[in-house]
C-alpha cells in the first residue's frame, strides 16, 4: 500500500479527550474517529488490527471444536421476557421498539438466542456436544463511556456458548476454552494470567477472568511469579483430557485486587513470589448451568429417554477492546510497537529523498519485491520531510522499517529497523529479503 | 468437517411461511432460522456462504482502489439533521434514544457518517480522489418484511462512498465501480445486466442497478441478447480510462419493466435480439454530486486555493440479499447448487456404509487426503440411511460429491458426481484429488 494514496489521518498532538494511552495512540495513528460518546468509526489502519485480532480468535475457536454463526443485532424482546432478564437488565441494554410497536433491544449478549437456537434444532443428546460462537457487534449502554474503544458502547466481541448434556460434559467445554483462551492471547504477543471470578449463583471454580499485563492496564492485579513463565501448550488435543493443563495454571494464585487478601495465608507464604501487576480483562469464561435452559426448556432427550434439560456456559472475548489493550501492553514514547501477528504491516518502507529518480526507482523497486513476496508493506512514498516520516513510522508501530536513503542506496545495501528494539542494521536486498520473509 | 459434529439441521419439508425458492433452500438446507420478521440467524452452514460472497466482494472493491473502513451501526441522529434526512427517511428507519436522552438510530445507509469522517480528516485536493467502503449490517424497518434475506430488515451490505474534486473524477469513479461490479458478480458465477435507474434530483446517466438473471427472480427485465454473452474485463487498469468499456455496455438496452416500453423506437427495432427474463437486483450505483458535501460542508482547497464541495456518489452491494439470489439463480428440484467460487464446502464426501470398518477406513483416509490437500470438504459419516445422505448432499448443494461405497472401493476406484449436471465418473485416488484440486 502506498501512503500518498493511503488514509491514515495522523495527528502531531495529543488529542485533549483522550485519558489512556491507547486512546491517545489510536486517535493519532488514524486507527479511529469518534462517531458519539462510545462510538467509534473505524479507519483502514485499525480495521485491519482488528481483523487481524478477529482472526487469531477465529482459528482458535474453530480448533477447539466450536462452530461458527451469525445472531442478529436487533432482537425480539420475547426471548429476554422468557428468561427473566428483559425487567432485569436495567439501563446498559439499549430498548427499542419496532414500526409496528413491538418491543425490540440491541443485543448486549445473546443467551437467550443462542438457547432459541439450540432448543429449536437439537433434541437428543446423541447431538451434544456442542459449541455456537460468533464474532459480532453488540451494544451496551455504559452511563459514562470513556477511554476510547477499552470501554466503548458499541463493540466487537466473540462470544461462545457450549451445551452440554451434564457437568462433567460442561467442565470439558470450559477446559477446552481455557486452554483456547490461554493460546489466542499468547498467540497476539501478550501474556494472559486467568484469574478466578465471580461464579454467580452456580458456585464452583468454573468462572475465570483473563487479565493481560499491561504497565497502564486499569486493574491491580497479584499472582504467583512462576504464572510469568508458563507458557500454552504448543500442541494441544482438544479431544484429549485437559484437566490437568487447567489444574496447573488454576493451582497458581492469581487474582485482582478486589479478590486480592494480603493478609491471607496463601498470599503470605508466595513471599517473594507474589507479583503486583497492572491489567487488563479481556476475557471471560463462564459456567452457568441451566440458568437458561430450565425457564426456556431448552432439553435433550438423555440416554434413558427422559428430557434433560442441558448445562450451559459462556465465553467471551472483547475483539475490540483487545486491540486498545495490546496498544497498552505495547508501546513506548514514539508510539505503537505492534507484536508481528497483529500488525496492520509487518514492514514499513520509508523513501528518505522522494522526488529523487534513484532513490524513487530503488524504493519502487523494493516496493514490488515485497509485494510480490507477499510481505505487507506500507511504503511512505509522500512527499513530506524526513522528521514526519519517521515520526509517523514509530507511531503506527509497524515490526520493521526500512529505510531508504541516498548514501547506503550508493552502497548497494538497505537499512532495516527493528520497531519493538530500535536495533538497525545495513543488509543487502536478499539478506533484507530473507529477513522479513521469517516468521517474525 | 465431519457431518456427525457439524451443525446442520436440514429439513425434509417444505416449511409452510417461505414463499419463494430460496427461502425455502436456505431454511431446508439449515442456513439460516428467522429470530423475528426479517431478522434471521445464520447458522454455520449459511454464514460460510456469506464469507465468501462477502469476499469476492472485497478483494473487488480493494482492487479498484476504494478502502475499507467500518462505520458504527448506532449513530447520532445530529449528521441526519445536518443533511435532512432525519425527518425525511420515514418510517424504515428505526429510531431510538439512549439513556440519556439523545436521538439515535440504526443507521440505515452511511452517506452522513461518510462524509462527517471526510470534513474532519481531508481538506486538500491533493488528497483525492477517495472512495471509502464498509461491510456491515444495517437495519430497515421494512413494512411487511418478507421472502428471507432476501429482503429481510438487518441485513448485511457493501457500501462504498466516492469523493472527487469535481464531475470528471466522480465519473471516474463511477466506472471504477461499474466495471468491479461487473467482475463480482462474474466471479460469483452470475450474469449481471446494468440497467440505468433513476438519477434522482441529478439527472444524467450516472444510476445503474444491476440485475442479476434467476428464472424466478422478483423482477421482469426486457435487454439486448447480445449483453447474455458479454463478459467483464479479465484484467483491469483501474487507473486506465475505462469509459470505453463502460460505453460498450451502457449502450445495449436495458430495462426493468417499470422503465420498460415495448412501443419504443429503440424498443421495437431490436426485435429478435430483444430478451424477456427475470432478475433480482443486487447493486445500485449511483451518482449524486454535491447532496451532502453541500449542505454538509464537506470542502477541500482546491488547486486555485478556493474551497470547493467535494463531489460524490454511492454504491452499494447486497451481501446477505446475495446469498439468496444466488440460490434464485442455481437451483433444481433437488436443491441449491453452488457456484464453486461461493460454495460452502468444495466436496461433499459421502460413505455409503456406515459402520463398515474397510469403507469407514477409506472414507477417512480419503478425508484426510481432501484435509492435506487443502480441498474444502464436508465429510458425511452420519449412520443415516443412503437416500437421506444422499438427498442432504443434493439439498445443499455442494460442487462435488465424492461417493464411496463397497463395490467401487473392492475395484479401487473412487465415484464422483458433479452437483450442477449430474455427471457421474469413476476415478482412482490420485486422479479424483487432481480433479478436486483443480480451479473448478
Chains 1, 2 share one sequence.
Not at 489512556?20 to 486517535?27: A, F, G
Not at 493519532?28 to 481483523?51: D, K, T
Not at 456442542?130 to 463511556?145: A, L
Not at 499468547?186 to 484469574?195: H, K
Amino acid at each position: 500500500m502506498r501512503l500518498s494514496t493511503y488514509f491514515l489521518p495522523t495527528l502531531k498532538e495529543d488529542p485533549a479527550e483522550a485519558q489512556v494511552v491507547s486512546h491517545r495512540l489510536m486517535l493519532r495513528a488514524g486507527m479511529i474517529r469518534q462517531h458519539a460518546a462510545g462510538i467509534y468509526n473505524w479507519l483502514p489502519l485499525g480495521l485491519r488490527v482488528l481483523r487481524r485480532v478477529e482472526w487469531i480468535v477465529r482459528e482458535e475457536q474453530n480448533a477447539a471444536g466450536a462452530q461458527e454463526i451469525l445472531m442478529p443485532t436487533v432482537q425480539s424482546a420475547d426471548l429476554w421476557r422468557e428468561s427473566g432478564r428483559y425487567e432485569d437488565y436495567g439501563k446498559e441494554m439499549l430498548r427499542l421498539t419496532d414500526r409496528h410497536g413491538r418491543a425490540m433491544l440491541y443485543s448486549p449478549t445473546h443467551e437467550e438466542s443462542v438457547t432459541n437456537i439450540f432448543r429449536q434444532n437439537i433434541k437428543s443428546y446423541r447431538d451434544l456436544p456442542r459449541m455456537f460462537y460468533q464474532i459480532h457487534w453488540k451494544f451496551r449502554d455504559e452511563v459514562r463511556p470513556r477511554f476510547g474503544v477499552m470501554r466503548g458502547r458499541e463493540f466487537l466481541m466473540k462470544d461462545n456458548y457450549s451445551f452440554d448434556l451434564d457437568y462433567a460434559g460442561a467442565r470439558r467445554a470450559y477446559n477446552r476454552m481455557f486452554v483456547a483462551y490461554l493460546r489466542t492471547f499468547s498467540r497476539m504477543g501478550l501474556r494472559a494470567v486467568p484469574m478466578r471470578a465471580d461464579a454467580g449463583p452456580m458456585g464452583g471454580d468454573m468462572s475465570h477472568e483473563f487479565i493481560i499485563l499491561a504497565a497502564t492496564g486499569e486493574s491491580s492485579v497479584f499472582f504467583h511469579r512462576a504464572l510469568l513463565e508458563k507458557n500454552p501448550p504448543l500442541n494441544i488435543d482438544y479431544t484429549s483430557n485437559l484437566q490437568q493443563i487447567v489444574n496447573e495454571w488454576m493451582s497458581l494464585y492469581a487474582a485482582t485486587d478486589e479478590k486480592h487478601d494480603p493478609q491471607a495465608t496463601v498470599v503470605t507464604a508466595l513471599g517473594n513470589d507474589l507479583i503486583a501487576a497492572r491489567g487488563i480483562e479481556v476475557g471471560h469464561i463462564f459456567y452457568f448451568g441451566r440458568k437458561y435452559s430450565d425457564p426456556m426448556r431448552a432439553m435433550v432427550v438423555g440416554p434413558d429417554g427422559d428430557l434433560v434439560p442441558v448445562e450451559m456456559g459462556s465465553y467471551g472475548i472483547g475483539i475490540s477492546r483487545l486491540v486498545a489493550a495490546i496498544i497498552e501492553a505495547s508501546h513506548d514514547e514514539a508510539g505503537i510497537i505492534w507484536p508481528a501477528a497483529v500488525a496492520p504491516f509487518r514492514v514499513g518502507l520509508i523513501n528518505l529523498k522522494g522526488g529523487d529518480t534513484a532513490i524513487d526507482a530503488g524504493c519502487d523497486a523494493l516496493y514490488e519485491m515485497l509485494c510480490r513476496a507477499r510481505v505487507e508493506v506500507l511504503y511512505d512514498d509522500r512527499h513530506e520531510r524526513v522528521g514526519t516520516k519517521f515520526a509517523d513510522m514509530d507511531l503506527i508501530g509497524l515490526p520493521w522499517q526500512v529505510i531508504v536513503g541516498p548514501k547506503s542506496l550508493a552502497r548497494g545495501v538497505i537499512e532495516l529497523k527493528n520497531r519493538a528494539t530500535g536495533a538497525r542494521e545495513e543488509l543487502s536486498p536478499e539478506a533484507l529479503m530473507e529477513r522479513l520473509r521469517a516468521k517474525d
